[in-house]
């Protein structure tokens, strides 16, 4: 264990070096005071905590904000012995960390460190841990990103998530989520692969979560106990075909809604319709659902709507005031409702 901590520091540190232009402008404030504390880089603050108590817990609680985390894992062959090996990556602005398991080597885990800085010119350090490699992964990612004061613009993975890889009270400070299509390496099958986006999602505050997109192209995905987690975002991307049905639907509160096929029926898209028509929504709201089934009739999605004008075969357009309109069309492929600027 001392080992291990030993090493998370060194790393830490290294990663450090590597932040964004944003978290970097920290340093422009060299006051002590906890107000000022708050403008300083983690760098600067960790040299703080060899002051004083006081300072060690400014330094520690000051917020730390990524533009971009990535969480992604995928198969690597390690030169010069072309040893196949399960990698995850854990990208933190500039820098990253990879963790490398070996198929062979049973609980032989390699971890590697560099910043963008460094990207093609010096080779970087390569150090090995007995333990078991996704339990590295999880120690590692709790203790930078799963902590109260790091905030993220968007958290990326494609990790193949199981029922017990964190804690329920464990929470991602993240503004956007983007999941991807699951990596499942060759002879192993993922718990549970169509859960992984409703399992990232329950790991996401829902204070800062605003947004999430969904990039899946082999499994269908199941996101029917998620509804108190998608309510309140801004915009939901699903581009796979899900259980999403009526009842979430209705209770989203998202202006920018795409989904492919899913459990919708006509008078959950009627509902957003009425929805949207008497709670004039701003211009640029959109929502799109692909169908790959039979098609909706454009009197049934508009159905108890007032101030309807058809303009052109499965066309509307409804007036919400008087500068903006709602305009709703069908066809072969998706159902449309856009909010449109009048001209």
């Not at 010096?122 to 996704?134: A, G, K």
Request: net charge neutral; charged share 30%.
């Amino acid at each position: 264990m001392g080992q291990m901590k030993c090493i998370f520091t060194v790393l830490f540190i290294f990663i450090l070096k590597g932040l964004s232009p944003a978290t970097q402008a920290f340093t422009q404030n060299v006051n002590k005071s906890p107000e000022k504390q708050k403008m300083r880089d983690i760098v600067s603050r960790r040299n703080l905590k060899l002051c004083s108590k006081k300072l060690f817990t400014l330094s520690t609680e000051a917020p730390v904000d990524f533009a971009i985390v990535k969480f992604n894992e995928s198969t690597n062959l390690l030169e010069p012995d072309d040893l196949e090996m399960d990698e995850v990556r854990l990208h933190l602005d500039g820098s990253e960390l990879s963790f490398m398991g070996s198929r062979v080597q049973k609980n032989v885990t390699l971890i590697r460190c560099r910043s963008e800085r460094e990207f093609g010119r010096n080779e970087p350090q390569v150090i090995t841990e007995n333990s078991d490699s996704r339990s590295i992964e999880k120690q590692y990612l709790r203790n930078i990103v799963f902590r109260k004061n790091v905030i993220c613009d968007r958290f990326e993975t494609n990790y193949r998530y199981n029922d017990n890889f964190l804690e329920e009270s464990e929470k991602v400070n993240a503004r956007n989520l983007y999941v991807h299509k699951p990596f499942q390496p060759e002879g192993i099958e993922p718990s549970e692969p169509s859960k992984t986006v409703a399992m990232w999602l329950k790991h996401m505050n829902p204070r800062f979560l605003r947004s999430v997109t969904v990039y899946m192209d082999d499994k269908n995905i199941t996101l029917a106990d998620t509804e108190n987690e998608l309510k309140c975002l801004d915009t939901l991307h699903v581009l796979r075909r899900s259980d999403i049905d009526d009842n979430i639907l209705m209770n989203l509160k998202a202006l920018d809604i795409e989904l492919e096929p899913a459990n919708i029926t006509v008078n959950g898209i009627n509902h957003i319709v009425q929805k949207w028509a008497t709670e004039e929504v701003p211009i640029g709201s959109r929502f799109v659902y692909y169908i790959d089934g039979p098609g909706y009739e454009i009197t049934d999605i508009v159905k108890n709507v007032s101030g309807v004008t058809s303009v052109g075969q499965n066309r509307v357009i409804i007036r919400i005031l008087p500068d903006r309109f709602l305009k709703v069309w069908v066809d072969d492929f998706s159902v449309n409702i856009e909010c449109f600027k009048k001209k």
